[in-house]
C-alpha cells in the first residue's frame, strides 16, 4: 500500500513510502513449474504447511518473495498463490 504523509517542511512535498514488502513485490520474477518428481507441485498455506493445491509441471507462477531460508518461495497463479518449494521453479 503506497502512503502519502503530510508534507514535510524539508520538501513541502508528499512523499511515497514503500513498506518492505511492497519493495519486494516490484521484483517479481514469471517462473515455470519444474518438478523433478513428474508429480504436480504441492502449493502450501506457509513454508513447509498444510497443501491447498497442486500445479503441473510448465505451469507459468509469478515468485513474489522467497522465504528466510531461502528454499521456499511465495508464488501466485491466476487461481491460487502459496508456497513452493524453490528449487522446483525454472525461472
Same mark, same amino acid.
Given at each position: 500500500m503506497?502512503? %502519502?504523509p503530510n @508534507? %514535510? $517542511?524539508? %520538501? /513541502?512535498? +508528499? $512523499?511515497i513510502h514503500l513498506p518492505e514488502a511492497e519493495y519486494q513485490?516490484? +521484483?517479481i *520474477? %514469471?517462473?515455470?513449474v519444474a518438478d523433478p518428481t513428474n508429480t504436480p507441485l504441492n502449493v502450501r498455506s506457509t513454508p +513447509? /504447511?498444510?497443501? #491447498?493445491g497442486s500445479? @503441473?509441471?510448465?505451469?507459468?507462477v509469478e515468485w513474489l518473495k522467497t522465504s528466510d531460508n +531461502?528454499?521456499?518461495a511465495? #508464488? *501466485?497463479t491466476s487461481i491460487m498463490e502459496g508456497y513452493v518449494w524453490a528449487a522446483y521453479l525454472k525461472c
Open positions: 503506497l502512503t %502519502t @508534507p %514535510t $517542511s524539508e %520538501t /513541502g512535498l +508528499n $512523499s513485490l516490484a +521484483n *520474477r %514469471t517462473c515455470s +513447509n /504447511g498444510k497443501i #491447498i500445479l @503441473p509441471d510448465g505451469v507459468k +531461502n528454499k521456499w511465495f #508464488i *501466485r
